[in-house]
């Protein structure tokens, strides 16, 4: 397994990291999902990230629990705030009293001191970003975060949000979570440049399209039990699937088999060929598919191979 710096700080995470959204504390058991985990920590992955909302807090439980057999020092763990987690009008969002809450509640659920990465879910647009940021700084300074984190902001809210930390003197965002893959490369044009210069990396997430780059959903099949099955990723893979990015897999498919990798370790190497992301993250309902994945970390695709890519996917 390679590491790469995160951001403009010091701590280095692993290349491939292990997600637990729609899986630990879901579609997979407490059992399997520890199995997965200590697999993960095996083959040299660092980096786990849940958040509050996935399944209200049990995807902590079962991530946290499970990496308890390990030094807390030899690991990175992430979580989020800002989907709502009650019916009230303060259950949600970036208010500094949703903020401390839910900080508190995710150390509570996860038994643990600390939080290594801190993320704001999604930008709230209700929330004077001072207040957020100051929030997140306080509790930086009370050692409960190490570090700070956005998800899904454009680069202009990024931009915003280091403007207003350098001007109090506050910390500063050191990574962005964004969608990532071969069919979705939204954060080319604006958000990689501004983030590479202002010291930000990127956390991808669905870097195999919600298993699309597998290989797996042939033809718009989706076999029973995988993730796909589950409700909400059946309507995003509907929209995703089609006659045109059946041929696309198919033929990365092909170049994947003349470089002896799999499909899957064909589309993480080709997200990790970006400098700015430091870790593409990946999900699991098995121990094997976390093996696989991390051997991404080891393939690196050169100019001939990234062109190929590149006339595949412009079809």
């Given at each position: 397994?390679?590491?790469?710096?995160?951001?403009?700080?010091?701590?280095?995470?692993?290349?491939?990291?292990?997600?637990?959204?729609?899986t630990f504390g879901k579609t997979v058991d407490e059992k399997s999902a520890?199995?997965?985990?200590?697999?993960?920590?095996?083959?040299?992955?660092?980096?786990?990230d849940s958040a509050n909302v996935y399944e209200r807090g049990q995807a902590e439980i079962v991530m946290?629990?499970?990496?308890?057999?390990?030094?807390?020092?030899?690991?990175?763990?992430t979580t989020k705030a800002f989907w709502p987690m009650g019916e009230g009008p303060n259950d949600r969002g970036?208010?500094?009293?949703?903020?401390?809450?839910?900080?508190?509640?995710?150390?509570?659920r996860m038994e643990l001191d600390y939080i290594d990465i801190f993320y704001c879910h999604r930008y709230d647009q209700e929330t004077p970003l001072d207040e957020t940021l100051r929030a997140i700084d306080d509790l930086i300074r009370q050692g409960k975060i190490l570090y700070v984190g956005v998800s899904e902001w454009t680069a202009a809210?990024?931009?915003?949000?280091?403007?207003?930390?350098?001007?109090?003197?506050?910390?500063?965002?050191?990574?962005?979570?964004?969608?990532?893959?071969?069919?979705?490369?939204?954060?080319?044009?604006?958000?990689?440049?501004?983030?590479?210069?202002?010291?930000?990396?990127?956390?991808?997430?669905?870097?195999?399209a919600q298993g699309v780059l597998t290989g797996k959903y042939k033809d718009g099949t989706i076999p029973q039990g995988s993730r796909a099955s589950n409700e909400q990723v059946n309507s995003w893979m509907k929209?995703?699937?089609?006659?045109?990015?059946d041929r696309k897999v198919e033929l990365l498919g092909q170049l994947a088999n003349e470089l002896d990798i799999t499909l899957a370790q064909l589309a993480l190497a080709w997200t990790l060929r970006q400098h700015n992301v430091a870790s593409t993250l990946v999900g699991a309902s098995r121990p094997d598919q976390i093996v696989e994945n991390a051997q991404a970390s080891q393939v690196v695709l050169g100019y001939e191979e990234l062109q190929k890519i590149e006339e595949i996917l412009t079809i």
């Open positions: 397994m390679n590491y790469r710096r995160l951001g403009r700080s010091g701590l280095k995470v692993s290349e491939i990291s292990l997600g637990s959204w729609l520890t199995e997965i985990i200590h697999q993960a920590y095996e083959v040299g992955i660092n980096f786990f946290s629990h499970a990496l308890k057999s390990f030094p807390r020092e030899s690991y990175v763990l970036l208010s500094r009293k949703h903020i401390m809450e839910q900080v508190h509640s995710s150390l509570k809210q990024i931009q915003e949000a280091l403007t207003v930390a350098d001007r109090y003197l506050l910390d500063r965002i050191i990574v962005n979570q964004p969608q990532y893959n071969m069919f979705h490369r939204d954060i080319e044009d604006e958000i990689l440049p501004m983030c590479e210069k202002a010291g930000v990396s990127q956390v991808v997430w669905s870097p195999l929209k995703i699937i089609n006659d045109i990015v």
